[in-house]
């Protein structure tokens, strides 16, 4: 039953976003509010474990992804920076600001998340530099202007938010990120 009232979350928050009620929840699944409540103890602990199987998806495809053999150190990391579960990938940048002003400690675990959670990532940067496929480059900046612009895409005046889903945008951030703004014949070594 857990899985399943997690399940109609998710879907309520594409639907929704983060301000649906126990009462839409229990509407959605035909079930008593009392039924969600044996589970859970509160909407919070339902949107703290939607989070933490969040947060435990990721690390878990980064690990799968760091050691794919099949992959260059470059697309390792790119693919790392840019994994979301599949039923987060296509939701709107506003979900995360409404996990903000809904549920603030749900948010900063997030947050805390992809600003310390950088080991894997950081190792195979070295890497990169060390095989040459990257610059040499100050790795505080580069995670600097990761989260800078994660940061901005929360912000009501950012312009292209509104226009793409979040793994789109995470993929294009990284795009620019990894592989600049030049096209092919116009960057200078």
């Not at 009462?23 to 969600?36: E, F, M, N, V, Y």
Request: net charge negative; charged share 25%; aromatic share 8%.
């Amino acid at each position: 039953m857990r899985e399943r009232i997690l399940k109609e979350t998710m879907r309520l928050i594409q639907q929704k976003g983060f301000a649906f009620t126990v009462s839409d929840l229990a509407q959605g699944l035909a079930i008593s509010k009392r039924t969600i409540y044996e589970h859970f103890s509160s909407k919070e602990e339902i949107v703290e474990s939607i989070v933490d199987s969040l947060i435990q998806h990721i690390q878990q495809r980064e690990r799968e992804i760091a050691a794919d053999g099949q992959l260059g150190v470059l697309e390792k990391i790119h693919q790392i920076l840019i994994c979301l579960p599949q039923e987060v990938e296509k939701m709107d940048m506003r979900l995360l600001t409404d996990l903000k002003k809904f549920h603030y400690n749900q948010w900063e675990k997030l947050d805390a998340f992809f600003r310390e959670e950088w080991g894997i990532v950081s190792k195979l940067m070295e890497q990169g530099m060390a095989e040459g496929v990257i610059k040499p480059i100050p790795l505080p900046l580069f995670i600097d202007l990761y989260l800078g612009a994660i940061q901005q895409m929360y912000d009501s005046r950012a312009t292209v938010k509104h226009q793409m889903p979040l793994g789109e945008l995470l993929k294009s951030i990284m795009d620019i990120l990894l592989f600049g703004i030049a096209a092919g014949q116009g960057k200078e070594k």
